[in-house]
């Protein structure tokens, strides 16, 4: 990627909604590379913001007595209040009300009006009014509900304007496969890929006054305001002056990356490329979407009362290693799961017994054998080559990953050089050669692991400011050498001398397990498994009814490929998947969501009994049965051991 300029944008959150980890996990990240490529010099440019247009406003502003503005006045402080508890260094907060987004959005939809890009007709179709988004009817749920919320849905028929989409797909299709980098990961390029071979549809672009008046009003017809598509997307140009600043705007244009959850894929990678391509503006040069962030295995729900509180994590555990463990945990661009316990258990490992650990003994030990100070300083030797070679393998992996988007990756090689110190410090016993008198090989000890906890302590920065800047104060380092340059960072013997080391309170205080709650269900499931292995104990071996062969020729099993996999709304055990079956394509709903996520199952070719009657599994259809083992906990599916096409027969 050049290094002319690092522009990087979260989504635009929605005013309305209550910061959760999922909000707070987009904007860490990016707070995260912005903080990194701006060690490496680059200039950057980070933008966050709020989606504060639409039904959902309207209506709390009613309910609330207050005049839409108001309302979103009153919102949006809750998302200002958590960015600045996370430390986050973002440069520009839009918020799509205000004057500067509104005008140049205006602007937009008046030049493609004008271009004929957008026309008028008649629009029918279903109409969720909590989603704020209409359906075709072959795209409802069982029941005729919305497939997203599966609340009712309204039959409505008026007149609406619409963008030519459908007139980009097969450019759209073009770009994505000659820039592979456009969409990452991989996946999610191959997930819009397979939507674009379906007929792209021309987008419904607005909504008439009479149902909704709180939006940017269309310029060319006063009864209709702007739906989402043409407002919240087009922040990301109108932040950084597209149409009101050519200098500004051709400085940060096009973006870095756009980081996205994966939630909101096909608009950000089918909807904004082809709006940007009939405006005549180049694209982004990448849109990133990460995972979501599970309860264990379930995905979080106000439903289920599993939405981890970010503010509250912070306050219990502090900013510094709630971002950490964020940034650490999850695999870019996969699912992840957060439960207290993992929390505590990568706090306790990593920041506790490795990081704060090896900090606290050099500087107590600076301070009770050298007098606080180095005189100067010292050179490695022999003994310290395999400390120099791991530290100095930390920055370059750093580097690298920050490059790959593959950040845990790093972060993972730097404590692995936190680690090295301290079976360093294990091995040269600094507290043995002060009884000894060896006061030489001791200033080289104590140096070595300083210089180790200056570098490690640099390349975590970005991550943890407030912690690694106490750490780096507690070094002797001050002023602009508190925050590090990448550029200067790996070179060895870069601790000054001379200056008083801080013996500091503990970084990372270590978290007893006792203080920990037992989790939703944990008590009742191990009651039942108790309860289980009893019964199992006492009862003999289960004898099974015999059946004629006539009997198993009634079942039809085929194979199978898993075209897509998602979860269940509301169902923690539940995914849907969409299988081919050579002939068909059908729908199966299977409780192994405890087992596989969505991403581990597409692509894969299993077993199905294909002449099973469709049920209806809370309240979806199920077209079939795949076949898996189950034993104790592990459950695994019933795969081939060989390539066979979807549709073979077994038995």
């Not at 010099?41 to 209506?59: A, C, M, N, S, Y």
């Not at 017809?221 to 702007?226: H, I, L, Q, R, S």
């Not at 091995?427 to 104590?446: C, D």
């Not at 099973?612 to 979806?620: I, W």
Request: aromatic share 10%; glycine share 8%.
């Amino acid at each position: 990627m050049p290094d002319s300029h690092f522009y990087i944008t979260t989504p635009i959150y929605y005013v309305n909604d209550q910061p959760h980890i999922g909000h707070a996990y987009t904007t860490i990240l990016a707070d995260v590379l912005a903080r990194y490529h701006r060690l490496l010099d680059v200039p950057t440019w980070f933008l966050t913001g709020t989606d504060e247009h639409g039904q959902k406003v309207q209506e709390a502003a009613v309910r609330n007595g207050l005049t839409p503005i108001e309302q979103c006045d009153r919102t949006v402080v809750r998302f200002q209040d958590l960015w600045k508890k996370l430390e986050i260094t973002h440069d520009d907060f839009i918020r799509t009300t205000e004057e500067r987004h509104k005008t140049m959005v205006r602007k937009a939809l008046q030049e493609l009006y004008d271009r004929g890009e957008i026309y008028g007709a008649d629009y029918e179709g279903w109409y969720c009014v909590p989603c704020e988004r209409f359906f075709m009817e072959k795209d409802l749920a069982a029941g005729g509900v919305c497939p997203d919320c599966k609340r009712a849905v309204q039959k409505l028929v008026e007149r609406n304007y619409f963008f030519k989409m459908s007139k980009y797909q097969a450019w759209l299709i073009e770009h994505i496969e000659q820039h592979p980098e456009f969409i990452q990961p991989a996946h999610r390029r191959q997930e819009t890929l397979g939507f674009l071979r379906q007929p792209l549809t021309d987008l419904c672009i607005s909504r008439p006054k009479s149902r909704l008046a709180w939006g940017i009003e269309l310029p060319f017809d006063a009864n209709y305001v702007t739906y989402v598509w043409f407002d919240a997307l087009m922040n990301y140009v109108t932040a950084v002056g597209y149409g009101a600043d050519p200098a500004t705007f051709a400085k940060w244009w096009p973006a870095s990356y756009h980081l996205i959850g994966k939630d909101i894929l096909t608009t950000h990678t089918v909807y904004w490329p082809t709006m940007l391509k009939a405006l005549g503006v180049a694209l982004p040069r990448s849109i990133f979407a990460h995972g979501w962030w599970l309860v264990g295995r379930d995905k979080m729900s106000k439903s289920l009362g599993n939405v981890v509180n970010p503010m509250a994590m912070c306050e219990q555990y502090g900013v510094d290693a709630f971002r950490y463990f964020l940034m650490a945990e999850m695999s870019l661009g996969n699912d992840a799961s957060f439960t207290e316990e993992s929390f505590i258990n990568r706090y306790n490992s990593d920041l506790a017994n490795d990081l704060g650990n090896l900090g606290s003994r050099v500087i107590k030990m600076v301070h009770r054998f050298l007098g606080g100070t180095f005189t100067a300083p010292v050179a490695p030797g022999t003994d310290e080559a395999e400390l120099v070679k791991v530290t100095a393998a930390a920055i370059e992996s750093m580097q690298r990953h920050l490059t790959s988007m593959q950040l845990e990756r790093g972060i993972a090689d730097v404590l692995a050089a936190v680690r090295e110190g301290n079976r360093y410090f294990d091995k040269m016993a600094p507290w043995t050669l002060a009884k000894q008198g060896k006061t030489a090989e001791l200033q080289r000890v104590l140096y070595s692991a300083a210089e180790c906890l200056r570098i490690v302590s640099g390349l975590l920065y970005p991550v943890m400011p407030g912690k690694m800047t106490e750490l780096r104060r507690a070094l002797g380092l001050a002023g602009d050498e508190i925050e590090p340059h990448m550029a200067t960072l790996g070179a060895w013997g870069g601790l000054p001398a001379g200056r008083t080391l801080s013996d500091v309170p503990p970084l990372f205080p270590r978290i007893e397990k006792t203080e920990l709650k037992a989790e939703p269900g944990t008590e009742r499931q191990t009651e039942t498994t108790a309860k289980t292995a009893k019964t199992t104990d006492k009862n003999p071996a289960v004898v099974h009814e015999l059946i004629e062969i006539a009997d198993f020729a009634k079942v039809s099993l085929k194979t199978a490929k898993i075209l897509t996999a998602e979860p269940v709304p509301d169902a923690n055990k539940l995914l849907k998947l969409l299988v081919d079956l050579g002939t068909e394509k059908r729908q199966i709903v299977a409780g192994i969501a405890t087992f596989y996520t969505p991403e581990q199952l597409v692509g894969k070719t299993i077993v199905v009994v294909a002449n099973l009657k469709p049920a209806q599994l809370r309240g979806v259809e199920s077209q079939g049965m795949l076949l898996a083992a189950k034993s104790g906990k592990e459950l695994r599916l019933l795969t081939l051991d060989g390539d066979l096409p979807p549709g073979a027969s077994i038995g």
